[in-house]
């Protein structure tokens, strides 16, 4: 595998991963959580801690900053993991369905705010998701697999098309890949099941 045209041969603060779970050490509070991937990185504890409080403000966590996890929501717990990954200021962010766990409108929330950040930073986007929504919401490209051995059935370019939560533009292509996927148009419930995915 290459990133930017070198052989992947380990970890690499240019590629940054989010987890469904926030993956927040307990026994650091927010910004701790969040300054810890500049101080891998050598950059002195006063400037990291500077740059934490920051990037917890851009995904509205001012003054939460010496709370730790358990005292937030899970809401704000992805928050500050988003704020973590964006801080190394990197070249390639991979979400692993980074928002499955939360409940609708939080989960609505903090695509937005996910948005907002991509727009910002400007680093390549790979989102794993099972919520048809969400990637019609958020990528400039979805990729249909099928089951197990998985292969590409099909792959949309949205670069074109105004983003909003009304994905009222997108009937046509949303039908299409939920049939794709084997789901009938007409079920409310768009999460696909363990298997085939996007």
Avoid: C
């Avoid at 705010?113 to 998701?129: G, K, N, W």
């Amino acid at each position: 595998m290459l990133a930017g045209g070198k052989p992947v041969e380990g970890p690499n603060p240019e590629r940054m991963l989010m987890f469904q779970e926030n993956a927040l050490y307990p026994w650091m509070t927010l910004a701790q959580n969040v300054s810890m991937a500049l101080e891998l990185q050598k950059v002195d504890k006063k400037q990291a801690r500077e740059q934490a409080f920051a990037w917890l403000e851009k995904v509205n966590l001012k003054g939460f900053e010496d709370y730790y996890p358990h005292q937030v929501s899970g809401g704000m717990r992805q928050r500050a993991a988003l704020a973590r990954a964006f801080i190394t200021s990197p070249k390639v962010l991979l979400l692993d369905e980074p928002f499955g766990a939360l409940d609708a409108l939080t989960r609505m929330t903090l695509q937005d705010v996910l948005r907002d950040l991509i727009r910002e930073a400007r680093p390549t986007v790979l989102l794993v998701t099972h919520d048809v929504d969400e990637a019609l919401f958020l990528a400039d490209r979805i990729l249909v697999f099928s089951n197990r051995p998985a292969k590409v059935l099909k792959e949309f370019n949205l670069e074109h098309f105004e983003k909003t939560h009304d994905l009222s533009d997108f009937a046509d292509v949303r039908r299409e890949i939920l049939q794709l996927l084997g789901i009938h148009a007409e079920h409310e419930d768009v999460t696909l099941t363990e298997g085939a995915g996007i």
